[in-house]
């Protein structure tokens, strides 16, 4: 976990993103990295560099081949919680980001995808 | 597997937090400083956390705890030199700690304990919410 | 596209630098267009001597079709660096643009002296070097226009941050009056350097005053709720002052909480506020 943060760090200290931004999206990929590693019983997480018209951009994708979410609303739900933690994970990092992206079916894992655009 | 070290200042402890904290070694503070509390009879915690460069919700909820804790164990929590892009990012992920109280830096938050471990010597119930 | 092995512009080009140079020089200080005010004699002189040797070289590699061609990469390194320095020294994208394009007519001179009585071959090489220079031309005016939408949007930011001046008040003490509409970017540019601010001056105390301010939406009266917890967070007291009636009517309306603001009336209230907080007292002296 601490490796990816370094490494979101880095990427996003590269690409110039300001100290806020940085900042939120490290942050970020604390929460989802934690979520990976806690409720999907460990996965894979991708970094990416975005360029779109000038915009540039990081995405950091997550994925677990855990038990999945039941109720993806729910569980974006502030303060909602099935771990010991605050419930923030998951609606939190999406305060954080510019886009967030679920992709989850019971029983066969979890991919969060999020953007953060400069 | 390292620890955090703590410093005991008179009637103070002080922790001062400088590595990239994982989740680990943020719960095992959390139970050294209740020891160290109970055990030094301690009636204040500076947990100074300049150099931290992140703080998610995992940390922001050990914070909380160690605050309540020492609060429980008759000793006052002040959290000190949150960077201020931390702290929008907290603000923005849903934390404000509101058990929390905190200062600017390590000497504002002696400050704030020495004024609140007087006032309760004096016999008031000067609970002030925020250091100045 | 004319082939390379076909194409005798490597070799004009090659053989006559000198002449094309003198003529590109003469044609461009001539023209309708020279900007001696803006470009010294001896300037013109070097970018167009540099040009043409870069010219050179990548004619001579051969890709004389694609100008995006990594042949090209010189060219367009120069081009893009003088197209730069032309967005700021005011020069319009037609001068830029001229640079490039005038250096058709020494070219055209140049290959029908050499080409003779060929029509064919005159007719084919000019239209590879039209293709070229055009090509580049364009590639100019569109560096020119980014580089000129990274001025704009510098100068966007600086405005933003001249617009949002953070005063030290007194020691310990930040006020920052905010005039003017905010919308989202600006409050948070407020926020942050605000929170800087207080870091850098260890004030404990700060004022947002938004006298100046006609309207708050529920966006931006967030934002300020966001920068009182932050400050809080950091160990500082935020008072919020200049609540206009119609601006506290809204608040209240949106549902908006300002929880752990200190709110007073005016900037006065709010300044004896945040001096009392701080241990001062204000009296009238004898006169």
């Known amino acids: ?118 | ?132 | 596209m004319a082939s390379p092995d076909s194409s005798i512009l490597p070799a004009v080009v090659r053989d006559h630098q000198r002449e094309i140079l003198q003529q590109w020089i003469a044609e461009q200080s001539s023209g309708s267009n020279a900007r001696s005010d803006l470009l010294s004699d001896a300037e013109l002189r070097q970018q167009s001597s540099e040009f043409l040797q870069l010219f050179r070289e990548a004619v001579q590699a051969g890709n004389l079709g694609n100008v995006m061609g990594t042949e090209w990469q010189g060219v367009r390194e120069l081009l893009a660096t003088v197209s730069k320095a032309n967005a700021i020294r005011g020069f319009t994208p037609i001068d830029t643009a001229t640079f490039v394009l005038s250096l058709k007519r020494p070219l055209f001179q140049q290959l029908t002296t050499d080409a003779g009585s060929d029509a064919d071959l005159l007719a084919r090489e000019t239209w590879t070097v039209t293709t070229v220079l055009d090509s580049l031309a364009l590639f100019t005016t569109e560096v020119f226009q980014r580089s000129r939408e990274e001025v704009i949007s510098r100068q966007q930011q600086e405005l933003m941050e001249l617009s949002t001046p953070v005063v030290k008040l007194w020691d310990g003490i930040l006020a920052v009056p905010l005039i003017g509409t905010l919308d989202s970017a600006r409050t948070q540019v407020v926020m942050e350097s605000l929170l800087q601010r207080i870091v850098d001056t260890e004030a404990g105390i700060a004022i947002i005053d938004i006298a100046g301010v006609p309207t708050v939406d529920t966006l931006v009266a967030q934002h300020l709720i966001k920068t009182v917890a932050a400050a809080r967070l950091m160990g500082a007291e935020c008072i919020i002052s200049g609540i206009r009636p119609q601006i506290a009517q809204t608040i209240v309306h949106l549902g908006v909480e300002l929880v752990g603001a200190v709110t007073k009336a005016t900037l006065a209230d709010a300044i004896l506020y945040a001096l009392r907080q701080s241990g001062w007292s204000v009296s009238r002296g004898r006169s």
């Open chain 1, 1 to 118: 976990m601490v490796s990816v943060r370094q490494a979101v760090r880095a990427w996003a200290v590269e690409m110039k993103f300001s100290l806020v931004d940085q900042t939120k999206l490290v942050t970020a990929a604390s929460e989802l990295a934690r979520n990976t590693l806690i409720h999907g019983g460990g996965g894979s997480a991708r970094l990416e560099a975005l360029e779109d018209g000038g915009r540039q951009g990081i995405r950091l994708i997550f994925e677990d081949q855990g038990p999945g979410i039941e109720d993806v609303k729910l569980a974006l739900t502030d303060g909602y919680t099935t771990g010991h933690g605050l419930g923030l994970g998951l609606s939190g990092s999406r305060r954080l980001v510019n886009e967030f992206e679920i992709t989850t079916s019971p029983g066969e894992g979890t991919r969060v995808a999020v953007t953060k655009w400069k």
């Open chain 2, 1 to 132: 597997m390292d620890r955090i070290p703590i410093l005991k200042m008179g009637p103070f402890l002080l922790v001062t937090i400088q590595v990239d904290m994982h989740d680990r070694l943020a719960l095992s503070l959390q139970d050294d400083l209740a020891e160290r509390i109970a055990s030094t009879e301690a009636r204040g915690v500076l947990i100074d956390i300049s150099s931290l460069e992140i703080v998610d919700s995992f940390i922001g909820r050990v914070l909380a705890n160690i605050a309540a804790v020492s609060r429980v164990l008759d000793a006052q929590t002040v959290v000190v030199g949150m960077q201020p892009a931390v702290a929008i990012t907290l603000v923005e992920l849903g934390l404000s700690l509101p058990g929390v109280r905190t200062a600017l830096n390590v000497e504002r938050g002696m400050e704030l304990l020495r004024a609140a471990l007087e006032s309760e010597t004096l016999g008031s119930d000067g609970d002030a919410s925020t250091a100045f």
